[in-house]
């Protein structure tokens, strides 16, 4: 039985990261000797987080040992002239993977996973797959792949918080390394193949949750979830775009589940706009079900979103989804979804009226039945091509 590795930050967190690693490594137990390699300390290993408990999956805790004070300031300045003087070449990129990654961290991470044996290495996420792609020399024949969360354009984009335009060059340089990186949208696959020559596996994350009672037309409640931080998921247009909706209809309620920094600033929102009988803001829950199941439209107001998950369990509850019209949430839900003009609070408005006068029940089939691709055991079989490949899947310009 081949052996693979999934390396990352952590697994034992609640966190939609951290629960699909644990889905996707449970579901592939079935065909490999599956191994997770994390950064936390070993006190903070719970098995019955994601039914770990359940598999035969093997925990490593490891850790990045500390860098000398002078060493640090000399990476720090190499790292300074990178990002902003020194021409993005391949010579000096190379550089700053190690001096971002430092001799004595790459010797112990090479260690730990050497002495694994591994046939395949996943690093899950962006600054992971970088890692990878700087020791994969010395990991021998291993297979390394880049599992990449972030889309192109939020990981990219100036101004990210992530890695912003001015490591573009080294982002490719890096991963081109790899055998494989993994992305979660085609849409993506052809930015990276545009912007580097190469064309990522796509495979959508899996349904990570085990679906509650079906949805009903007759709850007359729209449900929206994710972390409460401003912007992104655009709750405060959903507030306002409810707020308008509301003037025309008094039957239907709002539940927004979450937790954030911008609790209070959306609860104060509610409250000036007289909404607070109607909308109401609930604390996140591991018994995430329940919300899915008493609503009736699941509503996604995000400005940009990173693969949308919550639309899989909506679906998978039997709920039409109104959402905005990114091209990632297109690519979900394709025509079965509600779409919206992103960021324009009288179209939202709109279309949540629009939406409880459909016709619900064949919608809500429909939703049902698109929620099937996303079975983690269909799921599986896409990273079990992907770990038993040859590794030339990748096209190139």
């Not at 860098?67 to 993005?88: R, V």
Request: glycine share 6%; charged share 25%.
């Amino acid at each position: 039985m081949k052996k693979i590795c999934f390396i990352a930050d952590s697994i034992f967190k609640s966190s939609g990261k951290q629960r699909v690693t644990a889905v996707i490594a449970e579901e592939l137990t079935k065909y490999y000797d599956v191994t997770i390699v994390t950064f936390e300390d070993p006190e903070q290993e719970d098995l019955r987080m994601y039914d770990l408990q359940n598999y035969p999956i093997k925990f490593v805790y490891t850790h990045f040992p500390e860098i000398g004070k002078w060493k640090k300031l000399s990476y720090s300045i190499y790292n300074y002239l990178y990002k902003n003087l020194l021409p993005k070449t391949a010579t000096t990129s190379d550089l700053y993977a190690h001096s971002s990654f430092p001799k004595q961290r790459r010797e112990a991470v090479v260690k730990v996973l050497k002495e694994g044996n591994y046939d395949a290495i996943i690093a899950v996420n962006s600054y992971l797959s970088m890692r990878l792609a700087t020791i994969k020399k010395d990991l021998g024949g291993v297979k390394a792949i880049g599992w990449i969360y972030n889309s192109f354009n939020a990981f990219i984009r100036e101004g990210s918080p992530y890695l912003g335009t001015e490591l573009k060059y080294h982002y490719g340089r890096q991963l081109q390394k790899l055998d494989e990186t993994v992305l979660l949208y085609l849409q993506d696959s052809e930015m990276y193949y545009h912007a580097y020559g190469f064309s990522p596996f796509v495979i959508p994350n899996p349904l990570t949750i085990k679906p509650g009672a079906p949805a009903s037309a007759k709850n007359r409640r729209f449900l929206a979830i994710g972390r409460l931080v401003p912007q992104h998921k655009g709750f405060d247009l959903l507030i306002k775009a409810f707020d308008k909706f509301a003037q025309h209809n008094q039957d239907w309620y709002l539940d927004i589940v979450g937790d954030g920094p911008e609790k209070d600033a959306l609860n104060k929102m509610i409250e000036n706009r007289y909404l607070t009988r109607r909308v109401k803001i609930h604390p996140y829950t591991e018994d995430i079900q329940k919300y899915y199941s008493q609503a009736s439209i699941y509503v996604s107001s995000s400005r940009w979103k990173d693969f949308g998950l919550v639309l899989v369990h909506a679906m998978a509850h039997g709920l039409p989804v109104i959402s905005s019209d990114l091209p990632s949430s297109k690519e979900i839900l394709g025509d079965f979804g509600i779409y919206f003009k992103n960021g324009d609070v009288d179209d939202l408005a709109k279309k949540l009226e629009d939406a409880t006068y459909m016709d619900w029940q064949p919608k809500s089939d429909e939703a049902l039945m698109l929620a099937q691709r996303f079975n983690v055991s269909v799921i599986a079989e896409q990273w079990k091509t992907l770990i038993e490949s040859d590794g030339q899947r990748k096209g190139k310009k």
